[in-house]
């Protein structure tokens, strides 16, 4: 480097100086050292040159640094040129005269490694002192040599050892650690977590035990609860006003009966059967008779000599029709048992025997009546019968639950409680009337006329707040008439409340029928839709609510659960389905979950379905209906006519829209109003997610039909066998064959 330098400046030298020959010793060998790598390729010497100036200068500083070990003497530094030669051409072994970073010449480059003996023989010379031209700029490259050494010993250090990091900036997140700081961090953090781990196991065992205290309080508790309630059980077992009842002497009694009554109806039965409801409507019969008349009889002098048989009569076909209920009837009722329908006759006769019912039913049918034959014959020993107003009850849900309009038993329901309700009052002001006295104030009743029917019409009057009532005299009548009063206006509110809830219940469908097709009227109105769209909206709604009863099916099909969804579209669509030559074939409930997806839409008379080329991206099955593929000019012909069961539009399902592959081939429009399901592109292929082999098949069976339905293919021309380029000679051009042949006509006459 120094002689890069030194060859740029191009300094004289100094001229040698003569010294005493001294014989020369030869130096021991000094080992070569490789110059440290440098990472800049600026301060690496480019020439041969220079790479021997720096080994002749690395071997002359070693040298040095030994003979100042040997003897550290001080020599003048100008008796060191002195073995130089006395003239420059000479080629006298001679130390060279200039200094080692100079670049010496070509003569006296080998005399530099020669070392003359001289008089002391076994001490060599001291290597002459180096020549500094510039002491700025070469304290500058020494600083920088020493800069780039002890970067050299750095980059040795780190990569021997395995801790440490490249010599960039380490980011703060992991720090530059030796390796025994980092085995004592990683051994206090050892020593941290286990300590945290054991204290956490510690928390947990004292959470555990903490816990297992508790669930034995917990259970401490619970046993000490059941054994509360098996005791206030035998309590009230032991101070049970209805004891059990046994009833296996009447089994025995009964046991033809029942025997026919297997045969006629089966061990056990439905409580929505049918059967059981039209039994149901006769004992409720049968209660209305004795809480209508047994009041009246009660109250109103009916009985004597002449009806009293009749009473008599009917009392016993009541009491026939109840005891005949409790013993054949309903031990013969399913039951739900832990979620079970237990539909055995033994289990379902014991259940009804323990239950509070039978107990109820039992002491409703207890013939107080016999008493009439040690006193005077009174409807007083029926009031029992009252009691069973359970069975009358359980006939109305009964009938609720199969009648398709369910709000007219309500409507008649609730008009016979009103009925009721004025046939009490009626008995009550008669009960008054003769307390009072017959004729006694112009407020009672006079005794004219039939006494019931009066009776009840001061009932209808007073109840229901009409007016035109006599005026009450005594302060009984005062009494009563107010209490009437207030009754009346209760019961009439709540009554009338109760038949405008019903009657709303009836037509809430309606109703919303009615606010949705106002609210898209008014909306038309807004934004000045035309009449002829206006008309044609209006004539949707209309058809729509007439043939379904509702806007939307699935709306009502959304709050079943998902068996009675399946159920009810397997009965509608199933069938159709499974005719579908494209779905012949593939997994059946792949077929129900398909089904669970079609929507019902309604097209008017005229409306196009599908329009040739639009994009294909559902399939339709007619449910009512027809529609007509159309075609020509002015769609005027009708190539066929499709009927309820019909599909069309699968094929679009299966293909592509690349190349437009999903067109549709041919319009489609409804004839008449056409009822239609509707299936998804969308929706079948989140089906096929799930079954694999149907898609195949749906697959296969789609590239069919498309190549059966679809536009006949040109036909291939079969390639010619042979060398390609012996092919069949193309057709000349029309024009180079009319020039041809004019130039042979001209010449022709030409030659004629």
Not at 133 to 138: A, G, L, V
Not at 153 to 171: N, Q, V
Not at 261 to 286: C, E, F, H, N, Q
Not at 296 to 312: D, G, I, M, Q
Request: charged fraction near 30%; aromatic fraction near 10%; charge should be positive.
């Amino acid at each position: 480097m120094f002689s890069r330098f030194k060859t740029f400046l191009r300094a004289p030298e100094p001229p040698p100086e003569r010294a005493q020959p001294v014989p020369p010793t030869p130096p021991p060998p000094a080992k070569e050292e490789k110059p440290p790598e440098k990472k800049d390729d600026k301060e690496q010497p480019e020439t041969e040159e220079a790479k021997k100036d720096v080994k002749a200068e690395d071997k002359k500083e070693n040298a040095k640094e030994e003979v100042k070990k040997d003897e550290p003497q001080k020599e003048d530094p100008k008796a060191a040129p002195a073995a130089a030669p006395a003239a420059p051409a000479a080629p006298a072994p001679a130390a060279p005269a200039a200094p080692a970073p100079a670049a010496p010449a070509p003569a006296a480059a080998p005399a530099a490694a020669v070392n003359p003996e001289g008089a002391e023989g076994d001490e060599p010379p001291l290597p002459p002192p180096p020549v500094v031209y510039f002491r700025e700029i070469d304290d500058k490259l020494r600083d920088k040599i020493k800069t780039l050494r002890e970067r050299q010993e750095t980059l040795k250090e780190k990569a021997i050892d395995p801790y440490a990091t490249s010599p960039e900036i380490t980011p703060p997140v992991t720090p530059i650690l030796k390796k025994e700081d980092y085995i004592r961090l990683k051994e206090e953090e050892r020593i941290a977590k286990e300590e945290a781990d054991k204290k956490k196991v510690e928390e947990a065992a004292k959470k555990a035990e903490e816990k297992k205290k508790k669930d034995e309080e917990k259970r401490l508790e619970a046993e000490k609860k059941a054994e509360e309630e098996r005791l206030a059980e035998e309590a009230k077992k032991k101070a049970k006003i209805l004891p059990d009842i046994s009833c296996s002497f009447f089994d025995v009694l009964l046991r033809p009966l029942e025997q026919a009554m297997d045969i006629a109806v089966g061990t056990t039965l439905d409580p929505l059967d049918r059967r059981y409801i039209a039994w149901l409507s006769l004992v409720a019969l049968a209660y209305n008779y004795n809480v209508w008349f047994c009041t009246a009889r009660l109250v109103f002098p009916f009985h004597n000599e002449t009806s009293n048989p009749f009473w008599f009569a009917f009392d016993v076909l009541s009491d026939a029709v109840n005891i005949i209920d409790i013993t054949l009837w309903q031990p013969r009722l399913q039951f739900v048992k832990a979620g079970d329908v237990i539909k055995s006759g033994p289990m379902s006769k014991a259940h009804y025997r323990k239950s509070q019912r039978f107990k109820i039913d039992i002491i409703s049918i207890l013939p107080f009546d016999l008493l009439c034959l040690h006193f005077e014959f009174s409807t007083i020993y029926r009031v029992n019968r009252f009691i069973r107003i359970e069975s009358f009850f359980d006939f109305s849900d009964r009938l609720e639950s199969i009648m398709a309009k369910a709000y007219i038993w309500r409507v008649i329901r609730t008009t016979g409680y009103l009925l009721f309700a004025l046939h009490l009052n009626s008995c009550a002001y008669y009960v008054a009337s003769v307390y009072q006295g017959i004729k006694s104030t112009t407020w009672v009743y006079n005794g004219e006329g039939t006494a019931y029917l009066r009776c009840y019409y001061y009932a209808v009057r007073s109840l229901i707040n009409i007016g035109g009532l006599p005026e009450p005299v005594t302060t009984f009548e005062i009494s009563f008439q107010m209490a009437n009063f207030f009754i009346g206006v209760f019961v009439f509110s709540s009554l009338i409340g109760q038949m405008r809830d019903v009657i709303g219940a009836a037509t809430a469908g309606k109703t919303y029928f009615r606010a949705s097709m106002d609210g898209c009227v008014d909306y038309m109105n807004t934004y000045s839709i035309p009449k002829v769209v206006q008309n044609r909206i209006r004539t949707w709604y209309n058809y729509t609510w007439s043939a379904q009863g509702m806007l939307d099916e699935s709306e009502l099909l959304d709050k079943m659960p998902l068996v009675m969804k399946t159920a009810i579209a397997v009965d509608i669509n199933l069938t159709t389905f499974q005719k579908i030559a494209l779905f012949q074939g593939c997994d059946q409930q792949m077929l129900v979950d398909m089904l669970l997806r079609l929507k019902s839409i309604v097209y008017l008379p005229g409306d196009f379905v599908v329009k040739k080329g639009d994009i294909g991206k559902e399939m339709y099955v007619i449910k009512s209906g027809a529609v007509q593929v159309v075609g020509g000019p002015d769609n005027s012909i009708v190539f066929v006519t499709l009927k309820a069961g019909c599909v069309f539009g699968e094929i679009s399902l299966l293909q592509s829209a690349k190349d437009g592959g999903n067109r549709r081939t041919a319009n489609v429009k409804a004839h008449g109003f056409a009822n239609l399901f509707v299936l998804e592109k969308k929706d079948l292929f989140d089906i096929l997610v799930h079954y694999p082999e149907s898609q195949k098949v749906l697959a296969r069976k789609g590239r069919k039909l498309t190549k059966a339905k679809g536009p006949p293919a040109a036909k291939n021309e079969e390639k010619q066998k042979g060398n390609p380029f012996f092919t069949e000679k193309p057709q000349t051009p029309k024009l180079l064959k009319f020039m041809s042949n004019f130039r042979k006509g001209a010449f022709a006459k030409v030659s004629l």
